[in-house]
């Protein structure tokens, strides 16, 4: 990868203090023909400075919604949303497009899933990546192109004063999503949301877009919150784990607590249901029984005991709140039969309940 650096300046020392992101309390509602999805429901975090998250679940938990709320992108109409979501001092919660439209690129900025539809096809990708270098940044056209081929020399596209007048049916699928990745961080942005960021690539593609991510992040001081199905992605390239279903975080702790004492029987549901290398070929994946729940008619329990070998009376009839762990009050989890933490009962609650 090219030493080289763009002429974006990067945070300075004294702006990395405190939270970079507070969200509290948050609820994503959609207006449908059947009736209101919450697809995000009452959800809450921080995220440092520097520091990467992973929000892991399967399909339908929230993720993507949730990440979509952080940054705004949401749909105006059939869409309410309550709560609230800081990042520095800016509320993004009911922001008018115009507060977003500056905060978009410059100081939050997203790597899509799928960098096919993401991109212009009809635009080549000089022009999709100095668009926001042309906007936020006092440049002129010639040192915006200058910026554009030095910053995919850093995400490791090969000859890129040529790849920059390429248009993106001519990349591979690798080659496009680190265009993806260099139009996000073209503005040095304090907050990168990657969603599903490998989706659709083989593995060794896949392990150079996240390396690529890692050192990136490094060299520029972001934050990062990694949005994914898949546990093996989180395992070694985040700080924390949020995981979700239903649209609730059941679980979040750092990583290494995580996986060496999960509390949420979907937390190890999801483990176990990750392929790995050491198993023979052909070996039957385990699935997880049943299916998600329906967010229009949520069940009045845990949302997730119709699924769960654990589930008693009492899962079918109360949500369990999200609680501390007594060993560790950073690890949190909603479940009424934790993993390996004894009895409920002597745990304490999120807010100081017992």
Sequence with gaps: MSNEQSSIAFPSTEELSGPLLRVKDLRTTFSTPRGSLTAVDGVSFELGRGETLGIVGESGSGKTVLARSVMGL?????????????????EIVGAQEATLREIWGAKIAMVFQDPMTSLNPVVRIQRQITESLRLHTSMDRAEAKATAISLLSQVGIPSPAERVRAYPFQLSGGMRQRVTIAIALACSPRLL?????????DVTVQAQILDLLSSLQSARQMAVILVTH???VVATRTDRIAVMYAGHIVEMASTKRLFASMAMPYTQALLRSTPRISQPSHTRLIAIDGRPPDLI????GCAFAPRCTYATDQCRSERPPLRTAPED??????CWNPLQTGNAGS???AKGEN
Excluded: M
């Excluded at 949401?74 to 800016?90: D, K, Y």
């Excluded at 949301?193 to 690539?201: F, I, K, M, Q, V």
């Excluded at 009050?329 to 909603?334: G, I, N, V, Y």
């Design 347 to 349: 745990i304490t609650t």
């Design 230 to 232: 898949d546990l093996g």
């Design 193 to 201: 949301l990657a969603d599903e960021p490998t989706t659709g690539l």
């Design 329 to 334: 009050p950073t690890h949190l989890f909603a």
């Design 74 to 90: 949401l749909p105006r109409s059939n869409t309410t949303q309550t709560g609230s979501i800081l990042f520095e001092e800016t």
């Design 297 to 300: 008619n949520p069940p009045s």
